[in-house]
């Protein structure tokens, strides 16, 4: 269908402005930051001269304006410069990294998604029922509890009280080599390679931040899915289809789910966004090697290009994820045309 | 005669379950039905036609139950049925319609295959012959292009197709008992007999009995065999058509059918029921013909005058970008939703302004309202031409207060969060300027005594105040800062029609105490005629017919304004 093409093409499209406001604010942002990285990294033991020196090298001695066009300009040719904290190309950093953060992610918003989901159409098929009350609870603790606490939490209770889950220290025991590299999904590559035991490992690592980020997740999702649900359940159409004895089943899930899919839909990518800011905390909690964990490090340092990298690709991600759902929503509801 | 009646519903009640306690919403209902007949359920609302329909199809909702008494369909019990009883005869032994048809189709499902659905559900079809049945529907009730329309949205059908779509539902199965809960409230008056029509054609064919449930008595009459009336859960009067009318036996009854206007009712005999008759309590009407009238009002100059009105909406954003500031092709004219219209209305005149819906009557009352721009053409009010001042800056115009409205739906067009008092009071401040508490609460009461609405009312919220109180409310609202023009737009249209009937003459009454000019936008000939001595009527943009508002509803001279006229279902108990 190349009108659906054409679409696609002018909503990537609109995407180019908010990219171009990322690049500016995140150079802007870095900026602004305390700190002066010439100072930091010439050394504790640094004089004037050697710290001059070192502010020379990086480029920080010109102006602001000279420094963005150069920025934009290897930005540009696909350079997001080195990172002075490893020595290595930020972009290569981020490549590296960006899969163990987004296998973490999508795991937690899997989690969340299943328990949701179901939870919160049970929920509104039974109100005031102990379903109803289960997902109340459950919606309450995922506002409330920080996922730094919840992560610590569950550290303490299943790893260091019962001993049921290995030690938080990053995506796979020590004792274990990382799988080939394919996709970058330590899971994924695992089972491509055949070697289970590594699977179990990486996925021993993997439950615990998940279920981190999944029970953060879980509250947004389990209440639009519980209200979505109510208002569809309580329409005219699901009344028509009540009224013409279709089954249980198809009135529930062709009926009522698929419409109260659609602002779930645009929540989800919302609470998507949502992690990728949470991850940035869990990853420390559970030494993560993520991006999240770099970016941190990044900032404590001042270390200007690996920031800007990180916020920009974050940006990335939020439009690219944001994009996909617009696309989803028009394959589902025919209401929604793009170019309005 | 030992056979048991096709249904038969016996002392049936059903109490719901609210915040204040338990209500009886049906009160020992007794009805029967035979095989092929159409039974027309008449009633206000509230009271209780729906609630028996869906207690006979088990839809009650869970704050309903059934208190006492029994609903028979063709000899099984439906009050005790388990609900996967229920389930394998509804749509299958008997199917529903409702009103408001978009909303009541899935919205994201193409209609083919909701039909698809009800076939499978109920085996009159394989997976294999699904898709041809539906279309073979379609086809049935008179839906072109059935191939095509098999994959339509309701959003992209119109509310009479939407219908028609779900007539082809509710008949898919050939059930043998259709209940058609208003099913043509919102749609326009032509569309409304097309689909009536459908209906009883349909039906007749397979011998169907129908439960007819409306609030239109002309309607119950034009296509039922027998009537029951309702009032407030019970039945006050069961007979058939011709001897309701002529004949009725119960005061409700009787109230009911003088408050429905007719092609020759006048507005006093809406309420002669319940007033006893009218015998010239107000003066009355003076008709526009009078010829020392009509002098009178060349001599003063018009109100109100509208000269070669046009409203163009663009297309739909053309295919391909464009530059924000690139201007439009003007060769590609838009759509004209008003084209070229000119009318006046004199001092102290009513005109009725009728079509069917998207004939632009609306858009030329919000145009004259000044809530919106034209396109071109002048509106000359009381000397002065309107259209000099763009639309978003006329509120700050000393003319804004004397151009008013009364809307549609008198629940939604008041703030939730207001009392009346505040609703009544919020023109005086924005457009009166006037600020002491004092003054602004003797004006409001004065305009509610004005309006008929008792002063310790005028504390509530709008949800504590019943339909008739909320319409005066917004009259009062709107003559509050002594307009000139009252626009009406569809005021009573939400309305019970013993309401309705109220309204209408509080409305003409306020018109001699005040001076007002009205422009009275409806659907309705029936009730334009009431409160109007001239009438337009519009289709498509244009004026199709003018005049005097008897005389164009009784000998139309313009084809469509026939079919208008004709499509009012009305019952006139000399023809019945």
């Known amino acids: ?340 | 005669m030992t056979q048991p009646p096709f249904v038969s519903i016996e002392q049936l009640s059903v109490d719901f379950r609210t915040r204040n306690g338990i209500v009886r919403a049906l009160d020992k209902v007794e009805l029967s039905i035979k095989k092929g007949e159409t039974l027309g359920i008449v009633g206000e609302s509230g009271s209780g036609k729906s609630v028996t329909a869906y207690t006979l199809i088990g839809l009650l909702d869970a704050a309903g139950r059934v208190a006492g008494g029994s609903a028979m369909f063709d000899g099984m019990t439906m009050t005790g049925a388990s609900e996967s009883q229920l389930r394998d005869l509804r749509g299958r032994e008997i199917s529903m319609i409702f009103q408001n048809p978009r909303g009541a189709l899935n919205p994201i499902r193409p209609v083919g295959k909701q039909i698809e659905d009800v076939l499978l559900r109920h085996a009159r079809a394989s997976r294999q012959n699904a898709r041809a049945k539906a279309i073979e529907m379609l086809q049935q009730v008179r839906i072109v292009e059935p191939e095509k329309r098999y994959w339509s949205f309701p959003f992209e059908l119109s509310g009479g197709m939407c219908q028609r779509v779900m007539i082809a539902i509710a008949l898919a199965c050939d059930p043998r008992l259709l209940i058609a809960d208003e099913p043509t409230t919102g749609l326009d008056v032509t569309t409304q007999k097309a689909t009536m029509d459908l209906i009883r054609d349909l039906t007749r064919e397979r011998n169907m009995a129908v439960i007819l449930i409306t609030h239109d008595l002309g309607m119950a009459a034009a296509y039922a065999d027998r009537i029951i009336v309702m009032q407030q859960g019970q039945v006050v009067e069961t007979a058939d058509v011709k001897t309701l009318f002529t004949r009725p036996a119960h005061d409700y009854t009787k109230k009911l059918i003088a408050a429905s206007p007719g092609p020759y009712s006048e507005l006093d005999d809406l309420t002669a029921v319940t007033n006893g008759p009218a015998d010239a309590k107000r003066p009355r009407r003076v008709s526009a013909a009078d010829p020392g009238q009509q002098a009178a009002a060349a001599a003063n100059k018009f109100l109100l005058e509208v000269i070669d009105l046009v409203k163009e909406y663009p297309h739909r954003q053309k295919q391909g970008w464009q530059w924000p500031w690139s201007k439009p092709d003007d060769a590609d004219s838009g759509f004209r939703a008003v084209d070229g219209i000119s009318f006046q209305i004199k001092r102290g005149e009513s005109l009725g302004l009728v079509g069917e819906s998207g004939c632009g009557k609306s858009t030329t009352s919000s145009i004259i309202a000044r809530l919106l721009d034209p396109t071109s053409g002048d509106i000359i009010f009381n000397g002065q031409n309107l259209t000099t001042f763009r639309a978003d800056q006329f509120a700050h115009q000393p003319q804004r207060s004397l151009i008013q409205m009364v809307f549609q739906d008198p629940t939604e067009s008041l703030n939730p969060r207001y009392t009346a008092l505040d609703a009544i009071a919020e023109p005086l401040k924005r457009l009166k300027k006037i600020t002491a508490a004092t003054e602004i609460k003797q004006r409001v009461e004065k305009m509610a005594d004005l309006v008929g609405l008792p002063q310790h009312l005028l504390t509530r919220f709008p949800h504590q105040l019943s339909g008739g109180q909320k319409a005066r409310v917004g009259i009062a609202r709107a003559i509050a800062v002594d307009p000139l023009l009252l626009i009406l737009d569809e005021p009573t249209s939400a309305l019970d029609v013993s309401v309705q009937a109220v309204v209408l003459q509080l409305l003409d009454q306020l018109k001699t105490e005040l001076g007002m000019s009205y422009l009275f936008v409806s659907h309705d000939l029936n009730v334009v005629r009431l409160l109007c001595e001239r009438v337009i009527v519009m289709n498509r943009g244009k004026i199709v017919e003018q005049g005097l508002a008897d005389e164009v509803l009784r000998n139309p001279k313009q084809e469509y304004t026939r079919i208008l006229v004709d499509s009012i279902p009305h019952f006139e108990p000399d023809n019945l």
């Open chain 1, 1 to 340: 269908m190349p009108d659906q093409l054409l679409q696609i093409g002018r909503r990537l499209l609109q995407a180019v402005p908010s990219v171009i406001g990322i690049v500016i604010i995140s150079f802007a942002l870095t900026r602004a930051l305390p700190g002066d990285p010439a100072v930091y990294f010439a050394g504790a033991m640094a004089d004037e001269e050697s710290i001059a020196e070192v502010r020379q090298a990086l480029g920080l001695d010109r102006s602001l304006v000279e420094q963005f066009f150069i920025y934009v300009s290897n930005l540009l040719q696909g350079d997001l410069g080195l990172s002075l904290n490893t020595g290595l190309p930020v972009l290569e950093e981020l490549l590296t990294r960006l899969p163990a953060s987004l296998e973490l992610t999508f795991t937690g918003l899997g989690l969340a998604v299943l328990i949701a989901v179901p939870l919160g159409m049970l929920a509104a098929t039974r109100p005031g029922s102990w379903i109803d009350h289960l997902c109340r609870v459950l919606v309450t603790a995922g506002v409330s509890l920080p996922t730094f606490f919840t992560g610590l939490f569950l550290i303490y209770i299943f790893y260091f009280l019962l001993g049921w889950a290995p030690s938080p220290l990053g995506r796979l025991d020590i004792l274990y080599l990382p799988p080939p590299h394919v996709t970058g999904f330590y899971l994924i590559d695992s089972l491509l390679a055949g070697d289970s035991e590594t699977f179990w490992a990486a996925l021993r690592q993997l439950v615990l931040p998940a279920f981190t980020l999944g029970l953060f997740a879980l509250a947004p999702i389990a209440r639009m899915t519980r209200a979505s649900m109510l208002s569809a359940l309580g329409s005219e159409y699901v009344r028509t289809a009540r009224a013409n004895g279709l089954s249980h089943r198809k009135v529930l899930f062709t009926y009522a789910f698929r419409n109260a899919a659609l602002p779930l839909l645009t929540t989800l990518g919302m609470v998507f966004s949502f992690l990728l800011g949470a991850n940035v905390l869990v990853e420390k909690v559970f030494a993560w090697p993520g991006i999240g964990l770099f970016a941190i490090e990044a900032l404590v340092a001042s270390d200007y290009a690996a920031v800007q990298g990180f916020v920009l690709s974050m940006a990335l991600l939020f439009v690219v994820v944001n994009l996909m759902i617009d696309l989803l929503l028009t394959l589902i509801d025919p209401r929604v045309s793009m170019s309005d």
